[in-house]
C-alpha cells in the first residue's frame, strides 16, 4: 500500500472527493495510464508527495534557524 508506515493521527482512512475539469480528469487519466496506475492510486500518491514535501521544506527551514541562531541559544541558556 501507498501510505504503509506512515504515520497518521486519524485510526480509519479518510475519503476525499474533489471536483476535476473534465480536461483535468482526462489528464490524470492519461497520466495515471502512462503509469500503470488507476487514477485513484496516482492522485494518493500526489497527495502523499505533497504533503511529505512540505514536512521536509518545514524540517529544513527549522534547521537552519536553529542553526543560524545558535549562539544565541547557547547565551541565552
Not at 33 to 41: A, K, Q
Not at 51 to 71: P, Y
Amino acid at each position: 500500500m501507498l501510505l504503509d508506515g506512515l504515520a497518521t493521527r486519524y485510526s480509519t482512512p479518510m475519503k476525499v472527493t474533489i471536483d476535476l475539469s473534465p480536461a483535468q480528469a482526462e489528464r490524470l487519466r492519461q497520466e495515471a495510464e502512462r503509469l500503470g496506475l488507476t487514477p485513484e492510486d496516482l492522485a494518493r500518491a500526489a497527495v502523499a508527495d505533497l504533503l511529505a514535501t512540505r514536512d521536509q521544506d518545514f524540517e529544513a527551514a527549522a534547521e537552519r534557524v536553529l542553526q543560524k541562531n545558535q549562539e544565541l541559544y547557547r547565551r541565552l541558556a
